[in-house]
């Protein structure tokens, strides 16, 4: 092929661009060459950025290279980059722990573990570079309100929030990393003397923002100019499939309906109904964070036991449950999953939310266990690490669609194993259910057709089992992540459509085990490369 380079050699190239757009999960990934940067958010850095996937994206494009898998992840990645770059997201998304970009600092540079001098001394550059960081955070932000792409004021409020409960924190969770040396020493002196300052600078230039931007009547991108455009472009970042966020809304309508059926038949009464009990009945709600904690970790282990004989691959990384740090615990998600270090430093870490625990429901502890940690991301993550011979870009890289469709069929599949504790925990599954079809529709209703907030927290709340605290969280969390919320069940469907059209064709050949090694064996990949895998899966098998 000449000096065109190969498909391995454009997916390195494009997973330093990614480690470059988020350096610290770089860092987390164990993904070399960038552990002493914070992310360049300035437009002269995006601008590199942008011109960087373009190039690997038109090369892809060009190349023969015949492995073929590798060079379609390696184009959705370029093309989501581009999306993500394009929206201008870094302006106007300013609260989500997991999306801000100031917010990921603040969440994130605390999770970091560095062993051995080097990785403590970048640690300590990192630092460093936090004022020149957050100073061109706030000029971006600053620039993109003047230009009219403003935050939701609301997330402002919120986003100031957090900066203040972070400072208040002590001690400051960035002195959590064990360090070495004097290396300690010089640390305290950074995070008090350079940190923090540049954090009430960041809290200050926020407040500034407060009552400039976007009303509750106005959080979509559809507000935004070229906000239609940049929302299509975020929904097949996200779904990986070419389907319209109209076609969305309308499947997430269907799914609700469908699911009425389930609460009668589990709950015994009408589906409002049974929502409303699951809802309002006070012993369905938390007593304290450790009753919370420890239904988590009986349910992963429960999981773990049962595992083999549903999968012919089980990770050697461990699965721990941790509450969610308190700094990040208001805005952070009910739960989420962090991955294992490749070297085994660091084991898989499932994090539940015990802020406000008495306000949160306990029927759904198992479901979202399942989802989060065993057999639910932490296989699909830790055996995608396992895999030897591809790129990294294919075992360690989200794509959304993969990632949480994967985890949305394993808490069906929890059911078929047999792992529900009781029918009030496998309406905690319907009811999880329930809420990933309404995220069809109100993620869609936000950003295309221009709902207001409350509009998505009233539909939330009469389709879905929430509890206010959740409806309002999630509310926030699909306005500043358009079009990830969509991922679930677009992705659900999806498995859910090749096992059976793999039962169907195979019949008594068909082993479920095998199927799921065919799911979880070539990396993250595509809705489309995945369907291409089964088919070939099925065809060597007749």
């Excluded at 200050?204 to 509750?216: E, F, H, M, N, V």
């Excluded at 919370?292 to 691959?313: D, I, N, Q, Y």
Aim: glycine share 8%; with cysteine; hydrophobic share 40%.
């Amino acid at each position: 092929m000449g000096d065109q380079p190969t498909a391995a050699e454009l997916a390195d190239d494009l997973l330093d661009a990614l480690a470059t757009e988020a350096p610290i999960v770089a860092t987390l990934d164990s993904i070399p060459g960038h552990d002493h940067e914070l992310r360049d958010v300035s437009e002269e850095g995006d601008a590199r950025l942008r011109e960087r996937a373009a190039r690997i994206a038109g090369q892809a494009a060009e190349s023969a290279d015949p492995d073929r898998i590798t060079l379609s992840v390696v184009t959705h990645h370029a093309e989501g980059l581009l999306a993500r770059l394009d929206a201008r997201l870094t302006e106007f998304v300013v609260a989500d722990p997991m999306e801000a970009e100031g917010a990921q600092v603040l969440a994130w540079l605390p999770q970091q573990t560095p062993v051995g001098e080097r990785a403590e001394e970048d640690f300590l550059a990192r630092l460093a570079a936090v004022p020149g960081f957050f100073a061109a955070l706030a000029a971006r932000q600053r620039a993109g309100a003047g230009a009219g792409r403003t935050p939701v004021d609301r997330m402002i409020r919120n986003a100031v929030g957090h900066v203040d409960r972070f400072l208040a924190t002590e001690p400051s969770p960035l002195l959590t990393p064990p360090l070495t040396g004097e290396r300690p020493e010089r640390r305290e002196r950074l995070v008090s003397g350079v940190v923090r300052p540049a954090l009430v600078a960041y809290r200050d230039a926020l407040t500034d923002l407060a009552g400039r931007g976007r009303p509750d009547e106005r959080p979509g991108l559809c507000w935004l100019d070229g906000g239609e455009q940049a929302y299509a472009r975020l929904v097949r970042m996200h779904t990986t499939t070419d389907r319209t966020p109209e076609e969305l809304h309308r499947t997430g309508l269907e799914i609700g309906r469908a699911l009425d059926e389930e609460y009668r038949a589990l709950g015994g009464a009408e589906p409002a109904a049974v929502r409303h009990r699951l809802r309002t009945d006070p012993a369905l709600r938390w007593r304290d964070g450790e009753e919370m904690l420890a239904v988590a970790k009986a349910a992963v282990e429960r999981a773990t036991a049962a595992a083999p004989a549903w999968f012919r691959r089980v990770p050697a990384a461990e699965c721990v449950v941790r509450p969610v740090p308190e700094a990040d615990a208001p805005l952070a998600s009910p739960a989420y999953y962090t991955t294992p270090a490749p070297d085994g430093s660091r084991p898989g870490i499932y994090f539940t939310n015990t802020h406000r625990v008495s306000d949160r429901f306990r029927f759904i502890a198992e479901t979202v266990a399942f989802h989060e940690a065993v057999p639910g991301h932490h296989f699909q993550i830790s055996l995608a690490h396992e895999l030897r011979g591809l790129p990294r870009l294919r075992t360690q890289v989200s794509l959304s669609a993969y990632d949480e469709g994967w985890g949305l069929y394993t808490e069906r599949l929890a059911d078929e194993m047999g792992l529900y504790s009781d029918d009030l925990m496998r309406l905690g599954m319907v009811a999880e259910d329930s809420v990933r079809a309404a995220r069809l529709v109100v993620d869609t209703g936000l950003h295309a057709l221009g709902w207001s907030r409350q509009q998505c927290v009233d539909y939330l709340s009469e389709h879905c089992v929430l509890s206010d605290v959740e409806v309002q969280s999630e509310t926030d969390r699909y306005i500043e992540c358009p079009g990830q919320a969509l991922s679930y069940m677009t992705g659900r469907l999806e498995i859910q459509r090749l096992r059976a059209l793999a039962e169907q064709q195979l019949g008594d050949a068909f082993d479920v085990r095998d199927f799921h090694d065919v799911v979880l064996g070539s990396g993250l990949v595509p809705l489309p490369v995945l369907g291409d895998l089964v088919a070939d899966w099925i065809a060597g098998r007749e």
